[in-house]
């Protein structure tokens, strides 16, 4: 009976943060509706390709063939590759496209809140402000990005404070833990590159305050430490390491959408709802900036290198750093980071780990405090809903019922039958009705190439009624009828390692090429096929599964060596 109480004692707290999940997912049950926010029909289509290639065992790591119009476009290998698996399987057991946005925003608030957490309880911050401060997170921009937009930003977001763990011992033990380090940015990497560098950045700023605070031996030792995190991390991302230099080796990849006015979406502009969304963050802001200039010399080492980079981090979202300047230069490192407002999120984790580590030290568990504290945290629960329903309230219009629809295009004329299409198990149906022509990472002829957007929309969606695709083990064939012999485009998108057979005659790897890709042949009169398949290689086979070995090797270290302190 006792073991059965401690095992209890263990898991309240996760099962109120389970609850809690579930309490956000109200919303959605109540109105029956899809949030189709401006990257939806993107990473539904990216992730339905993952998913049918696990249903038919067809595994294509570089080319898109189930979705984005069956087109042949590389995507998931330079966006998170591993996510988008893990993601593509939680799509393939979803009911439909309404049960995969429950299910996935349902992870994604447990994960969130479950990883602050976890790191609140390795920097120490007691239990009684652990669970409300991880059900707070819960209900930040950070968060709640991927439920109203699908910015896929929210689940590096989620995984974010779990990554931090390492850097407590950093500063309180004077210690990097190569192995623990290793994994967590090779995680990161492997959901969401730019979540990654921001990951990436927090560390350095941490690293160096340990570092440059410390003795001669004690730096010697750190910089061993980071010497030996690079390696195993190495072994940890070969295989997005391999993806990048393949394909931008050999091609010229379209940029993704550079915004020529970052100074427009900082938090203190365009992008405010980042920093009141919910209100209570503002107020949380002034608390932790009162009691920290407070204190300051009192303060632990963590809590000031939190404070000082979190300081940071909040100028970056601003005007205040001089983006409009560095807008001007035309910086790629600048031009990839596209909207100031992206340095919340590591801003946020760490504004909520001061505030947990401010609350241990200076605030007594007093009756008021403690219903004061609540009491904000049900209206950021409140408000969190009440904007959620909004959101869903936008499905239920006659006509603009999708949440973005720039650069969007429907299929079908019939509105109730695209909203239909989203509830129901064939979920390729709901792609085929909504489209979005979004060029990220196609060949194109120049890199600064302008009008990818139409091109896309004009030569791959466009044109496709005129063609029957079907996938065929390894390989895409497109069939249509020919009136004339005659020169024509087909939609689909050739690399330089995409090899295209046109009835049964192997193209020669000069083909003339659309300034986005899409290969121009010529057909004959009556029926032709066109083959698409994509350069077998024997290396990404070897790198995948020494990738594989590699990350079961140091997950057993991690749990041999007990790095991650439970």
Known sequence: MSTFLQQVKKLWPIAILLLSSILLLIPFFLNHAMIIGSDAIFHFNRLYDTAMQIKHGNFQYFISMYGFQSSGRIVNALYGPFMAYIQGLIVLISPSWFGYQVISNGILYFFSGLSLYLLLKKAGVQLVYRIPLGIFYMTTYSVQYWTLRQGFSSWGAALFPLCLIPLIDLIEKKTLHPIQTAICIGVMCQIHMLSAFLLVFVYACFFLTAFFANSKHTKIKLLKQLGLAIVIFGFLVLNVLYS??????????????????????TIFKGSSYWLFYPPILMII?????????????????????????????????TDLFPWKLLNNSHNQLIETIQFPFRFFVPFTVLLLLAVGLLLEKWHTRSVIFGLISYGLLLLSLFQTGISTNNALNVWHRTESFLNSS???YFTSENTSEIKKSFFIKNKVQALQYVVKSTPDYLPVKTVKCKDKYSLYHHQVINKQKYFHKSVKGNKLEVEWEGRSVKNIQVPVIKYTDTILRLNQKMLHTNVKLSRIGTPIVK????????????????LLDTILIFNFISWLIVFYMNYKFKFLNE
Not at 303 to 317: D, E, N, P
Not at 523 to 538: A, C, F, I, P, T
Request: hydrophobic share 45%; charged share 20%; with cysteine.
């Open 523 to 538: 057909q004959r009169k009556g029926h032709n096929e066109l083959v698409v398949s994509y350069r077998s290689d024997r």
């Open 406 to 408: 720039v650069h969007t």
């Open 285 to 317: 802001v002034l608390f932790a900036l009162w009691t920290i200039c407070k204190h300051w010399k009192k303060e632990s080492q963590l809590l000031k290198v939190t404070a000082v980079t979190c300081g940071f981090l909040f100028i970056l979202c």
């Open 244 to 265: 990048f230099i393949a394909i931008y080796s050999e091609n010229n990849i379209a940029q993704p959408f550079v915004n020529k006015w970052m100074a427009e979406t």
